[in-house]
């Protein structure tokens, strides 16, 4: 009897060490990128595809935002505008020229269009191509696409708020929203403590635009109030500022609790002038991007929006930073 005892005890210590190690089970993996988003300690980088796979795809469309959860990209970055008719639709452009087959029957702009004319429009690729069948998603099948599944960052957006939160709400995808903007933090709270249930949001911080004294004040505003304080804070200094000048702002954001967001998707948006065609010519002659990507996570920035998802993935798992 003690033997079994004995025996049964061993057992149940080792299964109690082995769950102690085992990694933590989430209902979706939305809930997985939103507890690393969370945790700015993390090594884990956080990639977030601009427009979506548009190298393959026609921009902010629906495969564009398959294609990117199927690589494994925790971030979609998407663009709303409004119709004629107010409803929230993917474009980029306020124009519907460059990205559908308008044809000049009534006038270009997104918002001189009902949802249905717009839905008669086809959506073309990147290379001028029209596609045989594919239209402009609305915000709402976006969502539905992307509810568990990614995290979504509505860029140009925050002055839609009031009509993208009862969508949002609707689905019961608001906690997978992170929304973006220059504003000053007494408005973003003013406008996001208006309702029960908030998206995430990030301050975009760029010294050309005279705005870093936002940094200062969300910083000040998350120390006082932890509720408060940004999961993350987009920083865009361009070539005439110097890695040094980077860095500091790294160093900050980090030490407050929060991760720093760059975007490499032209060189005068890194703060260190590299880019993800930089990364791509590197990975070509050499085989490896590590000169481009490497230097950005050695400054601690831990949320990447790329325009070359599929070469910065295989990157950072390659450095075990990514699953």
């Keep these: 009897m003690k033997l079994f005892s004995k025996l049964f005890s061993i057992v149940l210590l080792s299964?109690?060490?082995?769950?102690?190690?085992?990694?933590?089970?989430?209902a979706t993996r939305a809930e997985k990128i939103l507890a690393e988003m969370r945790n700015p300690n993390s090594d884990y980088v956080l990639v977030a595809s601009h427009r979506g796979d548009w190298r393959n795809y026609p921009e902010n469309s629906i495969p564009a935002i398959e294609s990117v959860i199927r690589m494994g990209v925790d971030i979609m970055e998407l663009d709303v505008k409004m119709t004629k008719d107010s409803v929230i639709v993917l474009s980029h452009d306020g124009s519907l020229r460059r990205c559908t087959n308008w044809k000049g029957e009534h006038g270009s702009g997104v918002n001189k269009n009902t949802l249905a004319e717009i839905k008669n429009l086809k959506l073309k690729t990147a290379h001028g191509v029209t596609t045989d069948s594919l239209r402009m998603p609305t915000l709402e099948e976006a969502f539905l696409v992307c509810k568990d599944r990614i995290i979504i960052n509505i860029d140009q957006g925050f002055q839609y708020y009031d009509l993208i939160m009862p969508i949002a709400e609707k689905v019961g995808i608001t906690e997978q929203l992170l929304i973006k903007g220059g504003a000053a933090v007494d408005f973003v709270n003013a406008k996001m403590n208006q309702y029960p249930s908030k998206m995430m949001y990030m301050p975009i911080v760029s010294p050309k635009k005279d705005n870093c004294a936002a940094?200062?004040?969300?910083?000040?505003?998350?120390?006082a109030d932890p509720a408060q304080k940004p999961l993350a804070y987009e920083l865009c200094y361009g070539r005439q500022y110097s890695p040094a000048d980077y860095k500091e702002a790294v160093d900050k954001v980090r030490a407050a609790g929060s991760r720093a967001w760059v975007n490499t998707l032209w060189p005068t948006l890194s703060g260190l002038g590299y880019d993800d065609d930089a990364a791509f010519e590197s990975f070509v002659q050499t085989g490896s991007a590590a000169p481009v990507y490497g230097a950005i996570l050695?400054?601690?920035?831990?949320?990447?929006?790329?325009d070359r998802p599929e070469l910065l993935l295989n990157y950072l798992r390659s450095v075990g930073r990514h699953d």
């Design 215 to 223: 940094l200062d004040s969300f910083i000040a505003a998350g120390q």
């Design 15 to 26: 299964g109690i060490a082995l769950s102690c190690c085992q990694e933590p089970q989430y």
């Design 298 to 306: 050695e400054t601690g920035v831990s949320m990447i929006q790329t």
